[in-house]
């Protein structure tokens, strides 16, 4: 999914000041601590071929989405509700037998 550059200040290549255009990152940029402040670059001069990491401006945070906390949520309600009518039955059960066996 291509995601929406924060910051809309043309880039430029630190070696020949040409633009530069956005890559995807390797495995290898994502395992940096702070990899969400970086954005990898590779420079549009043939002959410089420069890429590289360029910090973005603005510390960019990902907000975890609500919904996995809700489905939770939903999963607990539906067990919880199965393990009520499992128990309501067993003790209709339980009461039927003991009516029947005129306890
Ligand atoms: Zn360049």
């Known amino acids: 999914m291509p ?9 430029r290549c630190p070696d020949c000041g040409s633009g530069v255009k956005r890559v995807l990152r390797s495995a290898n940029d994502k395992r940096r601590w702070d990899a969400d402040a970086w954005r990898r670059y590779r420079c549009r001069d043939d002959r410089c071929n420069w890429q590289g990491l360029l910090r973005v401006a603005r510390h960019r945070r990902r907000a975890s989405p609500p919904a996995s906390g809700v489905a ?14 499992t128990v309501g039955l067993a003790w209709g059960g339980i009461v039927a037998l003991q009516l029947m066996l005129g306890l």
Do not use: C, F, H, N
């Open 3 to 11: 995601e929406a550059d924060p910051t809309p200040i043309l880039r």
């Open 72 to 85: 939770a949520l939903a999963r607990m309600g539906r067990i919880t509700v199965l393990l009520l009518m």
